[in-house]
């Protein structure tokens, strides 16, 4: 099992990047935009940013972004480099 430093402490931690304490105390947030059907849940913790799906919130589906990572694509998003094909309704 391989050693982490905890980004939302910095303490040293097993398994996972983020200790039990943290794990149990992040706020993940998602859009105000989101339905019923499942969205994209993001923790921006203290050096990196965490994002989930709310349908699946176990460990092995979350994904670790650092700041800089997250920033280009934000910027991309609101770039509308990301936007959907239009959609038959
Ligand atoms: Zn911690």
Redesign the pocket.
């Given at each position: 099992m391989s050693i982490y430093t905890?980004?939302?402490?910095?303490?040293e931690?097993k398994g996972h990047v983020?200790?039990d304490?943290?794990i149990k105390a992040a706020k993940f947030r998602k859009s105000s935009y989101c339905g019923n059907s499942g969205c994209v849940e993001v923790l921006i913790g203290p050096f990196e940013v965490t994002v989930r799906n709310t349908k699946d919130k176990t460990w092995g589906a979350w994904q670790v972004y650092t700041y800089d990572e997250w920033a280009a694509f934000i910027a991309g998003a609101k770039n509308g480099e990301f936007d959907l094909p239009e959609r038959a309704t």
């Open positions: 905890c980004f939302g402490c910095g303490r931690t983020m200790c304490d943290c």
